[in-house]
């Protein structure tokens, strides 16, 4: 070969060279992240959506690891075992337990994946450690809205001393931090308000049955508190059923609850934090966390809404007519 030969074959060599580098430099392989969810329906399908509009949004390939933990430490505990031996690049959750959480999230936070919490999460003083990011609207500010809400309608209706029961998601120090902002917000304006009762029922089914109890042991009660989705809609089932005329003040707007305070006979107020708000939140700062990006306070706050009207339920179902909170 001669010397010019070599040269145009080193050429055309080092151009086919430079023609595959290019898509190679620009191909990128998708971003693990694991997700939990407490539930599949209402709010926690709403996180997802969010979750996932988010992620699409992100200008780089996102591969999502998800599941739901029904509620179940144990199933929360070993999915994300399952995604710390995936070696997901990040994990974001609603914790079912402020404590039994701990544990699994730290296996997480010692395996250098960071941990996105939203909704509800494990004790403070362990989120601090263990934590990238939490994003929350403030419970006590939520619960204080609706007990707002209440003194407003008890003082209408004339009601110095409303007997109240609450059906509670506890399990968590969120609502543990409702129950707060509620009482403190209502005792202000009507001060002989009394809790008479307070249990626990998260879902539909388990608050319905909770409901119906409180109403035959308190014949005299006013109305119910429901401190998440499942707890409202339970009582509002469980006061329509009795015949009793009870109000309930509520947490967590779906469609099934949006219709129950456009009727307003039971039904009085709900206060909401989008679902689609804040799984757009974490999955951002399970993203931020990626990229190692600094987070100086943890706490991300996602915006409260109070609906206390027919026609803004009736708004927001138009505004959500896939259903999707």
């Avoid at 009507?190 to 409901?211: E, F, I, R, Y």
């Avoid at 006013?222 to 998440?228: C, K, L, M, R, V």
């Amino acid at each position: 070969m001669t010397k010019m030969s070599f040269l145009k074959a080193l050429a055309i060599l080092c151009g086919l060279g430079a023609g595959l580098a290019a898509p190679m430099a620009h191909a990128a392989s998708p971003t693990a992240i694991g997700a939990i969810y407490l539930d599949s329906q209402g709010y926690y399908a709403g996180v997802r959506a969010g979750v996932q509009a988010g992620a699409a949004s992100m200008g780089r390939p996102i591969r999502l690891v998800e599941t739901t933990a029904q509620d179940d430490p144990s199933k929360e505990s070993a999915f994300i075992d399952t995604l710390i031996s995936a070696n997901v690049k990040a994990i974001l959750l609603s914790a079912v337990s402020a404590e039994g959480s701990v544990h699994a999230i730290r296996r997480a936070h010692e395996a250098g994946i960071p941990v996105v919490c939203y909704n509800t999460c494990i004790s403070d003083k362990a989120m601090k450690k263990y934590v990238y990011a939490y994003v929350v609207g403030d419970p006590v500010a939520f619960g204080a809205k609706l007990g707002e809400a209440a003194a407003d309608y008890f003082v209408k209706a004339g009601l110095t001393a409303p007997k109240i029961g609450v059906v509670n998601c506890e399990f968590v120090e969120v609502c543990i931090n409702r129950r707060k902002g509620f009482v403190a917000a209502l005792m202000k304006r009507v001060p002989g308000a009394t809790l008479v009762d307070n249990q626990q029922g998260t879902t539909v089914d388990a608050s319905l049955a909770v409901s119906e109890k409180i109403l035959t042991a308190h014949p005299d009660l006013d109305a119910f508190f429901g401190e998440s989705g499942g707890a409202t809609l339970g009582a509002t089932r469980a006061v329509q059923q009795s015949g009793r005329k009870v109000v309930v003040f509520g947490s967590d707007m779906t469609t099934d609850i949006a219709h129950a305070l456009a009727d307003h006979s039971i039904l009085k107020a709900v206060v909401d934090i989008s679902g689609k708000q804040v799984g757009h939140l974490a999955i951002q700062q399970a993203m931020n966390a990626v990229e190692g990006k600094p987070q100086p306070d943890p706490i991300v706050p996602a915006e409260i809404d109070l609906y206390t009207t027919p026609a803004q339920a009736n708004a927001w179902l138009q505004s959500h007519s896939d259903g999707i909170p």
